[in-house]
């Protein structure tokens, strides 16, 4: 074969490669206009959990063939892998064992029974609604979690019913951050308290309690750092918050959460017995759901410490922060196993 022929068989194959390129993306494009519809909270959730889903069921699938009372030790081992945490499996196992003593469950009734049991053990669910005007929530977390994503979607989530809205910048350790919030905050039409960086965080949070206060705001939300400028006590410096949160307005903060990345798993929770030990917090958000196998751990972390799932982040989209419903976690988690 000549060079030139060469050269001409490489160019159209090049070409062929870029065509059906074009032609794919216009495809999904054509596609992604008939998938345009809105998905629902359930769906999302459901979307979001598809990984711990899949990893249910790959556990689940282990149990085929296993008898009597070795039956119960995978159905262990199964939770474990899912990551439920030992004494949750545990718990489980006993409820499962103290209704079939060693008979072995068909894979439907199994299935049904752990539903009807996860959900039984996670604390009571205590949708949020503003009931003070303002509802100043103070939104806590190690850096990472995804405290200033939340807060941007809580914005949206209540400026879109029409609240008003108003964000303290109290993570004064990063500048970029509050940027980012700062743009967001504009653009879905709630107000800010945002000071330089280096400012003193309970200072800003106070302010931002002043002003939701004087301006009529429903919502206050209170963005603050995972970690501090200086080498002084989180937990402390949080504390110290918590008071002059409640010298700006007698009870505030009404409610404290504490953000959770749900990629940690199981390691979430020693960071949160922490926080809840020195803060009271009042509930939880569990977020990265969807970039994480680890959605069990959910049920571990909101029974042992008796706190309530608040809202859970399952995308990237405003959309994905989704407030908590035991039924639906437990449906994205087991349905069609
Ligand atoms: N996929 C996904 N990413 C998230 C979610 N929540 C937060 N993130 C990402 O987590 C990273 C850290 O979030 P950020 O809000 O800055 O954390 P902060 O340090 O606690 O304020 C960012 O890249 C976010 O986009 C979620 O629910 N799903
Ligand atoms: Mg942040």
């Known amino acids: 074969m000549s060079t030139q022929t060469v050269l001409i068989l490489a160019g159209a194959a090049v070409l062929a490669a870029v065509l059906s390129a074009f032609a794919r993306k216009r495809r999904s494009r054509a596609q992604g206009r008939i998938r345009a519809a809105p998905l629902t909270e359930d769906e999302r959730v459901r979307r979001g959990l598809s990984r711990t889903h899949a990893f249910f069921q790959q556990a689940l699938d282990r149990l085929s063939g296993s008898e009597g009372g070795r039956f119960y030790d995978d159905v262990e081992e199964a939770l474990l892998a899912a990551d439920v945490g030992v004494e949750f499996s545990e718990q489980v196992v006993e409820e499962l064992r103290g209704e079939w ?31 003070h005007k303002p509802e ?8 990472g979690a995804g405290k200033t994503t939340t807060i941007a979607k809580l914005c949206s989530r ?5 609240l008003k809205v108003l964000v303290g910048a109290a993570d004064t350790f990063r500048a970029a951050a509050t940027e980012q919030l700062k743009t967001w905050v504009e653009r879905v039409g709630a107000e800010g308290v945002f000071q330089a960086e280096g400012s003193d965080p309970s200072a800003v949070a106070f302010d931002a309690v002043k002003a939701a206060v004087s301006r009529g705001s429903n919502l206050c939300l209170l963005d603050t750092a995972g970690r501090l400028h200086t080498k002084s006590n989180l ?5 110290k ?5 409640a ?7 009404h409610e404290t959460w504490l953000v959770l990345d749900g990629t940690m798993g199981q390691n979430a929770l020693n960071q949160a017995r922490e926080f809840h030990q020195f803060l009271d917090l009042t509930g939880l958000i569990v977020t990265k759901l969807d970039g994480s196998a680890k959605g069990g ?4 972390i909101a029974s042992s410490l008796k706190l309530p799932v608040i809202f859970i982040g ?3 989209d405003p959309e994905d922060l989704v407030p908590f419903h035991a039924a639906s976690f437990t449906d994205g988690i087991l349905a069609g196993i």
Request: glycine share 8%.
């Open 101 to 131: 003593g060693l008979r072995v469950p068909a894979r439907a009734e199994l299935k049904s029974a752990l539903a009807r049991i996860l959900q039984s053990r996670l604390p009571g669910e205590k949708p949020f609604e503003p009931s």
């Open 136 to 143: 100043v929530v103070l939104i806590l977390g190690v850096n």
């Open 158 to 162: 209540f400026r879109a019913r029409g």
């Open 235 to 239: 937990m402390e410096e949080l504390k």
């Open 241 to 245: 918050m918590k008071r002059v949160l």
């Open 247 to 253: 010298k700006a307005l007698p009870g505030a903060p």
């Open 297 to 300: 751990a959910v049920f571990a």
């Open 314 to 316: 399952v995308g990237e």
